[in-house]
């Protein structure tokens, strides 16, 4: 993973774990990597890794069972608001892109109506 | 607790570390950063105990360094210290010889890990083999300090990325890691506190999460941020 050395590192891989999270590549209730194969896995810091679960627990998106580690959430209802919270977060800043190129709402609207269908049905 | 108390060494005139004090904690890994010259590789000789300081003090959990500290602090230096009629198992067992804390199965993980072969003749290997064979004889003490100098120098990408996943996997909460490069961005994930010397002088001590969070800016900009100050002082004649 590329990291964006400007900004703290443990929030890049909450999010990116939050992505597998989303898209069931983790699934509810799994049992998610120690923190030292998560800071093997990203080549980060242990004490960055450490912190990526401890934030993860903070938004209740995992939970850790004493002495047997960190799973994922079973509360699918967390894990839709999580979607939701992400998907407007890239919209916000899709948003601000656009007005930043002096791009209207309705020629926002059209622009995705004809874009090529990449990856939204 | 590594602790470095106003050290300092002057070879005839000229002042090669000036005035270091700074307290290094475990369960860190430090990028220890600074131009050639900056007095990196003095302040480890003097910390590894190869080089006694002209005036301060070096201290290892409350004790000067001395022979004692030797067993418990790995350095790794620059230059090659192995003989060329040995093979990376010869390595093993040297290293097996000379210290107590070396375990062979450790080494033989990670020569492996490396993707190093025991029955490899050292001048055969090319300069980046050579530089993962430094590293795994190092790492393969259990030490309580490693401080590799400049283990990146020189040595192709994929060999950098097993160097770095050999650091992260013997990272640990009751070890000090402390690693020089002129690499800065190689180790801008994997370090948590970075360390800048200039001029033989100890400019500042970060925490690189901190920094990134609190004013947006990489080790790299910071390293750009702190030389370019220092060396705009000195030309107006700030900085005594």
């Given at each position: 993973m590329n990291f964006d050395a400007h900004a703290p590192i443990y929030l890049q891989v909450v999010d990116a774990l939050k992505l597998e999270i989303i898209n069931g590549r983790l699934a509810a209730g799994e049992k998610l990597p120690s923190g030292r194969d998560l800071a093997l896995h990203y080549t980060i810091n242990p004490n960055t890794a450490a912190r990526v679960y401890q934030e993860l627990e903070r938004q209740e998106i995992c939970f850790t069972r004493r002495g047997m580690g960190t799973f994922v959430t079973e509360d699918k209802e967390r894990i839709a608001l999580c979607k939701s919270q992400m998907a407007e977060e890239a919209l916000s800043k899709f948003l601000i892109s656009l007005k930043d190129l002096g791009i209207t709402k309705e020629e926002a609207i059209d622009m995705i109506n004809e874009a090529n269908d990449i990856c939204l049905v | 607790m590594l602790q470095s108390i106003s050290v300092c060494k002057k070879y005839l005139n000229k002042i090669v570390v000036d005035n270091v004090s700074m307290t290094l904690e475990p369960g860190h890994v430090y990028a220890m950063l600074g131009p050639n010259g900056s007095g990196k590789t003095t302040w480890m000789k003097m910390v590894a105990g190869l080089v006694k300081p002209s005036f301060g003090e070096i201290q290892f959990d409350d004790k000067p360094v001395d022979l004692q500290s030797k067993k418990e602090i790995a350095y790794m230096p620059t230059e090659p210290f192995f003989y060329d009629w040995m093979t990376v198992e010869d390595v093993g067992k040297y290293y097996n010889d000379f210290f107590e804390d070396f375990s062979l199965d450790r080494y033989a993980q990670l020569i492996s890990a490396m993707n190093l072969e025991m029955d490899l003749k050292l001048k055969t290997l090319s300069s980046g083999m050579m530089a993962k064979l430094k590293i795994a004889a190092t790492m393969g003490r259990d030490a309580k300090v490693y401080m590799l100098d400049?283990?990146?120098?020189?040595?192709?990408l994929l060999s950098r990325d097993k160097v770095i996943k050999a650091i992260v996997t013997y990272a640990s909460d009751d070890k000090i890691l402390i690693i020089s490069s002129h690499l800065v961005e190689e180790l801008e994930a994997v370090a948590d506190t970075a360390i800048f010397f200039c001029d033989g002088k100890f400019i500042g001590m970060y925490e690189l999460e901190a920094m990134r969070f609190e004013e947006g800016m990489s080790v790299a900009d910071k390293y750009r941020e702190l030389y370019a100050k220092t060396y705009k002082e000195a030309e107006d004649g700030v900085v005594d």
């Open positions: - | 400049e283990p990146l120098n020189g040595i192709d």
